[in-house]
């Protein structure tokens, strides 16, 4: 991680007092891990996970499209398809792991960057592309996959997924919530607000955070003194940090979170560690406050091809296995990107639509006066 | 050289550059705002010239961020607060309305909050949801804070400073789809006041009041009329709390007709603040209802439809011709 310079800094009484009050982040955290990234199998006393030969190419096989998917947009915005992307480059295993864990009538509340548990929840990857090409601000009914829209005010969704979880808990209903939110985004009141809010009401809700250790140009030192799940503690709910790159990791600590959520025993905050191999979005530029050895060290880990090596050294895919999932991947790529060209843009009267559902007349006055002004063209024209 | 041909963007960082220079009470909080420069490059460089206890990278939390300036203010600071998008300065609104606006008057007028809370706003950029709005009736529906926006390089340079030296807590609109326009910056000018209204272009028949972004539309339309041989004059407002009525009250005495002109919803918007104003300061020389033109009562639409909701040349001309008709 890079560290800012402090040289220029003079030693004062507040900075003293704030490193009494914690130690910064350390680099080397304690996190469960299941698949080191050497791709080897390890054992950890209290999260285990028994998953088949076919179970696990199935994890394989939705990181390799997620991150096809992902790359696919990224290039889709630099030929001007899409006004802007926000990749999950790295954070594939952390995505795929937590989303594998949930049942159907789970809830999800995301941010703007869950590209790989909406390929999870089954929602169609070229609905998501809708609001980044500037054609809509959702694109899916967050009814059909339990997947709510996606959320680019940082930090609110993770107050509608405790309410959601507390509505659950009601109905006396036994399904879980999880709310996804970045390192960054756990500066927010709201995030306090729901992490106390859960507590109180012991809310069946998840905090899934994925710190990939940036918030745009914020390292998560900026954020924080202490590692992130330990906050958790402090609003009176176990905290746990996972390996986020080892995707097996990501599904035993997240499906435990949920379990416990279901059995009546609150809330979790699971902080998968991981990292953001490419810019913040399209439109950031990291060059000016990252540096690339640092990226280079997390490459070793890449969640990807630590299962890779696992898959190939213990016999449970062969050469076939990979070459159809590069097929399946090209196929994939090519039906986004047909989908987005093909995507129309909206009607100009579309930004009338939806805004009440039991209509509005001062709605109603300036659809007709803008159809009448649209009009007005038309007449000029012939 | 004192006159220099510079992007909007380049004129705030410079004003910026100056106010730091000038008094060491002066700081900039803000997420990005450090190594980065923001994410639109307004604070560019500063924090590598000025360090990091003057330029701080805040955390991701824009209560905190408008909370902690409060605090600084009271301590004798100037914090330069920046939003880093017109939609997410609402975890702040609690900070900025319920706090920071009335502080002054509960302590009867003993303490001095000279915050200056800078809001990249407006939409034309193609951006995504929460990127583009226009909140500022909301603030200036408030009392106790003052509501600016520039609209040239200009007065970026000078309004800015301006706001940074004012007591008062001032909200700071920057026009974002205007940060790469170039204009002439004199940096030895002597400013005129910052709540001033600002004759942008001088006509006979009509007045075009706007502000910010919208300036620029309004001199493209006074001269599109201009070939149809109509007179329209334009008033830049710069100022939308306080209002400098009294400038724009001459301008309708001459022309006799007003259009105002803004992206935010017409709705509840400071064009109903205007029209009424003037409707009761220029009744018996007004020819036509004062006329408003602006967002719809809709969600700012998405990228690909936001050239239709924002009034561009055509819809200003539109209400130039229904002014003249009456
Ligand atoms: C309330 C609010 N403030 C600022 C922003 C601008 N912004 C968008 S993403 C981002 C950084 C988010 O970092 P983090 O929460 O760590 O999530 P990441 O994108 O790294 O996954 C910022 C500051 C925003 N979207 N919402």
Same mark, same amino acid.
């Given at each position: 991680?890079?560290?800012?310079?402090?040289?220029?800094?003079?030693?004062?009484?507040?900075?003293?007092?704030?490193?009494?009050?914690?130690?910064?982040?350390?680099?080397?955290?304690?996190?469960?891990?299941?698949?080191?990234?050497?791709?080897?199998?390890?054992?950890?006393?209290?999260?285990?996970?028994?998953?088949?030969?076919?179970?696990?190419?199935?994890?394989?096989?939705?990181?390799?499209?997620?991150?096809?998917?992902?790359?696919?947009?990224?290039?889709?915005?630099?030929?001007?398809?899409?006004?802007?992307?926000?990749?999950?480059?790295?954070?594939?295993?952390?995505?795929?792991?937590?989303?594998?864990?949930?049942?159907?009538?789970?809830?999800?509340?995301?941010?703007?960057?869950?590209?790989?548990?909406?390929?999870?929840?089954?929602?169609?990857?070229?609905?998501?592309?809708?609001?980044?090409?500037?054609?809509?601000?959702?694109?899916?009914?967050?009814?059909?996959?339990?997947?709510?829209?996606?959320?680019?005010?940082? %930090?609110?969704?993770?107050?509608? *997924?405790?309410? $959601?979880? #507390? +509505?659950?808990?009601?109905?006396?209903? =036994?399904?879980?919530?999880?709310?996804?939110?970045?390192?960054?985004?756990?500066?927010?009141?709201?995030?306090?607000?729901?992490?106390?809010?859960?507590?109180?009401?012991?809310?069946?809700?998840?905090?899934?955070?994925?710190?990939?250790?940036?918030?745009?140009?914020?390292?998560?030192?900026?954020?924080?003194?202490?590692?992130?799940?330990?906050?958790?503690?402090?609003?009176?709910?176990?905290?746990?940090?996972?390996?986020?790159?080892?995707?097996?990791?990501?599904?035993?600590?997240?499906?435990?979170?949920?379990?416990?959520?279901?059995?009546?025993? %609150?809330?979790?905050?699971?902080? *998968?560690?991981? $990292?953001? #191999? +490419?810019?913040?979005?399209?439109?950031? =530029?990291?060059?000016?406050?990252?540096?690339?050895?640092?990226?280079?060290?997390?490459?070793?880990?890449?969640?990807?091809?630590?299962?890779?090596?696992?898959?190939?050294?213990?016999?449970?895919?062969?050469?076939?296995?990979?070459?159809?999932?590069?097929?399946?991947?090209?196929?994939?790529?090519?039906?986004?990107?047909?989908?987005?060209?093909?995507?129309?843009?909206?009607?100009?009267?579309?930004?009338?639509?939806?805004?009440?559902?039991?209509?509005?007349?001062?709605?109603?006055?300036?659809?007709?006066?803008?159809?009448?002004?649209?009009?007005?063209?038309?007449?000029?024209?012939? | 050289?004192?006159?220099?041909?510079?992007?909007?963007?380049?004129?705030?960082?410079?004003?910026?550059?100056?106010?730091?220079?000038?008094?060491?009470?002066?700081?900039?909080?803000?997420?990005?705002?450090?190594?980065?420069?923001?994410?639109?490059?307004?604070?560019?460089?500063?924090?590598?010239?000025?360090?990091?206890?003057?330029?701080?990278?805040?955390?991701?939390?824009?209560?905190?961020?408008?909370?902690?300036?409060?605090?600084?203010?009271?301590?004798?600071?100037?914090?330069?607060?920046?939003?880093?998008?017109?939609?997410?300065?609402?975890?702040?609104?609690?900070?900025?309305?319920?706090?920071?606006?009335?502080?002054?008057?509960?302590?009867?007028?003993?303490?001095?909050?000279?915050?200056?809370?800078?809001?990249?706003?407006?939409?034309?950029?193609?951006?995504?949801?929460?990127?583009?709005?226009?909140?500022?009736?909301?603030?200036?529906?408030?009392?106790?804070?003052?509501?600016?926006?520039?609209?040239?390089?200009?007065?970026?340079?000078?309004?800015?400073?301006?706001?940074?030296?004012?007591?008062?807590?001032?909200?700071?609109?920057?026009?974002?789809?205007?940060?790469?326009?170039?204009?002439?910056?004199?940096?030895?000018?002597?400013?005129?006041?910052?709540?001033?209204?600002?004759?942008?272009?001088?006509?006979?028949?009509?007045?075009?009041?706007?502000?910010?972004?919208?300036?620029?539309?309004?001199?493209?339309?006074?001269?599109?009329?201009?070939?149809?041989?109509?007179?329209?004059?334009?008033?830049?407002?710069?100022?939308?709390?306080?209002?400098?009525?009294?400038?724009?009250?001459?301008?309708?005495?001459?022309?006799?007709?007003?259009?105002?002109?803004?992206?935010?919803?017409?709705?509840?918007?400071?064009?109903?603040?205007?029209?009424?104003?003037?409707?009761?300061?220029?009744?018996?020389?007004?020819?036509?209802?004062?006329?408003?033109?602006?967002?719809?009562?809709?969600?700012?639409?998405?990228?690909?439809?936001?050239?239709?909701?924002?009034?561009?040349?055509?819809?200003?001309?539109?209400?130039?011709?229904?002014?003249?008709?009456?």
């Amino acid at each position: 991680m890079t560290v800012e310079s402090t040289a220029a800094r003079k030693p004062r009484r507040s900075s003293k007092r704030a490193s009494a009050a914690g130690k910064p982040q350390s680099s080397e955290p304690q996190l469960v891990q299941l698949l080191t990234p050497e791709g080897v199998r390890v054992e950890h006393p209290e999260y285990d996970i028994d998953l088949s030969a076919d179970e696990m190419r199935g994890l394989y096989r939705d990181m390799v499209l997620t991150r096809r998917f992902d790359g696919e947009a990224t290039a889709l915005q630099r030929q001007g398809e899409l006004g802007l992307w926000a990749s999950l480059l790295g954070q594939e295993a952390a995505q795929i792991g937590s989303g594998r864990a949930l049942r159907d009538d789970d809830y999800v509340f995301p941010t703007y960057r869950e590209h790989g548990v909406a390929w999870c929840r089954g929602v169609d990857p070229t609905n998501l592309l809708g609001m980044f090409r500037g054609v809509n601000h959702g694109g899916w009914d967050p009814n059909t996959n339990n997947f709510h829209l996606y959320t680019i005010v940082i %930090g609110s969704q993770t107050l509608h *997924a405790t309410g $959601y979880a #507390m +509505g659950v808990a009601k109905d006396g209903a =036994d399904s879980a919530v999880i709310a996804y939110f970045g390192d960054g985004a756990s500066s927010q009141g709201d995030v306090a607000e729901s992490f106390t809010f859960s507590a109180v009401y012991n809310a069946p809700v998840v905090f899934f955070c994925q710190n990939n250790q940036w918030a745009i140009s914020e390292p998560t030192e900026k954020q924080t003194r202490v590692p992130l799940y330990q906050r958790a503690q402090g609003f009176g709910f176990p905290g746990v940090r996972v390996d986020g790159n080892d995707v097996l990791a990501c599904l035993a600590v997240t499906r435990s979170a949920l379990e416990r959520a279901r059995r009546g025993e %609150g809330p979790t905050l699971v902080e *998968a560690f991981t $990292y953001r #191999m +490419g810019a913040h979005t399209t439109s950031d =530029d990291p060059t000016k406050y990252r540096h690339d050895d640092e990226r280079q060290a997390w490459e070793a880990k890449d969640p990807i091809q630590r299962l890779r090596t696992y898959l190939e050294t213990e016999g449970h895919a062969d050469a076939a296995f990979f070459a159809a999932l590069e097929e399946e991947s090209d196929t994939l790529a090519k039906r986004v990107r047909e989908a987005v060209r093909a995507m129309p843009d909206p009607q100009d009267m579309a930004m009338f639509d939806h805004i009440y559902a039991d209509g509005h007349a001062l709605v109603d006055e300036e659809r007709a006066e803008f159809a009448a002004y649209q009009a007005s063209f038309a007449e000029e024209g012939k | 050289m004192a006159v220099q041909k510079l992007p909007l963007a380049k004129a705030l960082n410079e004003s910026l550059r100056k106010a730091l220079e000038t008094d060491p009470k002066v700081l900039i909080m803000g997420e990005d705002v450090g190594k980065l420069g923001g994410v639109f490059r307004i604070t560019d460089g500063l924090q590598k010239d000025f360090g990091e206890d003057r330029v701080i990278d805040t955390p991701l939390a824009e209560s905190g961020i408008v909370g902690t300036a409060i605090g600084l203010a009271l301590r004798g600071y100037r914090p330069v607060v920046e939003i880093q998008f017109d939609g997410f300065v609402f975890p702040a609104y609690d900070q900025i309305v319920t706090q920071l606006a009335k502080m002054h008057a509960r302590a009867l007028g003993k303490i001095k909050l000279p915050v200056v809370v800078r809001i990249p706003y407006g939409g034309g950029i193609g951006a995504v949801e929460h990127h583009s709005e226009s909140p500022e009736a909301l603030f200036a529906h408030v009392a106790g804070l003052k509501v600016v926006s520039p609209s040239n390089a200009s007065d970026g340079y000078w309004m800015l400073q301006q706001a940074i030296q004012s007591d008062d807590p001032v909200i700071f609109f920057e026009p974002k789809r205007r940060y790469w326009d170039k204009g002439e910056v004199d940096t030895e000018a002597i400013p005129g006041p910052l709540h001033t209204a600002r004759v942008a272009r001088e006509g006979a028949d009509l007045t075009l009041a706007a502000y910010g972004p919208m300036v620029k539309v309004c001199l493209e339309a006074a001269a599109a009329a201009q070939e149809e041989g109509k007179s329209v004059e334009v008033v830049d407002l710069r100022s939308m709390s306080p209002i400098d009525f009294d400038t724009l009250q001459t301008s309708v005495e001459k022309t006799r007709r007003l259009v105002v002109v803004h992206e935010a919803p017409v709705f509840y918007g400071s064009g109903a603040e205007i029209a009424a104003r003037i409707t009761e300061r220029c009744f018996y020389h007004l020819e036509a209802p004062v006329l408003r033109v602006g967002g719809f009562h809709a969600p700012y639409p998405p990228a690909r439809l936001e050239e239709e909701y924002l009034p561009g040349l055509d819809r200003v001309l539109d209400a130039v011709d229904r002014s003249l008709a009456y």
